[in-house]
């Protein structure tokens, strides 16, 4: 044992549900940066996530470049026109392109998440019959960093519109490192309860207990 294990009373489970309703997926950002120190406690944060076999596969790199950042819009941008492309009707293709879907210009802190598909920590245990649950790990961190942030008023945006190998070519990472999220970081220019998709009528939430079943 190390450590008193500490107790979570009524009120903080209160709160931690607070936390997770007004966790949101962030694309506008006021420019003011974030503090070093907050970043790395957000890193920190994250490698508190579980992990298949203890295996850590999480490789955050932060992005530093403002040529990098460049390319990393301009190619985002160019891939969201080709999947608006992708929608046959055209109010539908509208309606895609009048959402803004990432805030990588202006967002202070761009981090890049990798999953190392052959790490040395966890010796294989659990990843015979299911490698990609090394991913699934590095969603556990992604997430448990999200929390961490939101908590400190500090927003996050998942930009998934991407070509996986174009960033992995551009970033310059291991072969065996496979791209799992383009994340940004900052000050939201405001919080809400509700999902920005939800509000631009895209897609509603739906009962939780539409997607629960039982055999
Ligand atoms: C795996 C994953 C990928 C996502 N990719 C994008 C994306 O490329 N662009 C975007 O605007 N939002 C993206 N999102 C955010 C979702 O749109 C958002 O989580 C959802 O609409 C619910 O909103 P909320 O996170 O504010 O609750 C992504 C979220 C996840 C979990």
Redo the contacts with the bound molecule.
Sequence with gaps: MSGISPSFDADFAARFAELLRW???V?HFDRRPIAEADMRELLACAALAPSVGNAQPWRFVCLRSPALRQALIEHVNEQNAEAAGRYAGQARREHYLS????GLAEAPELLAVFCDEQPKAGHGLGIATMPEMLRYSC?MAIHTLWLAARLRGIGL?????VDPEAIHAMLDVPAHWSLI?LLCLGYPLEETAV????RRGW?AREPWADRVFER
């Design positions: 966790r949101r997926d694309r959402l803004k879907l990432h969603v945006g998942w930009v998934s519109i999220a999902p920005e998709l939800e897609q």
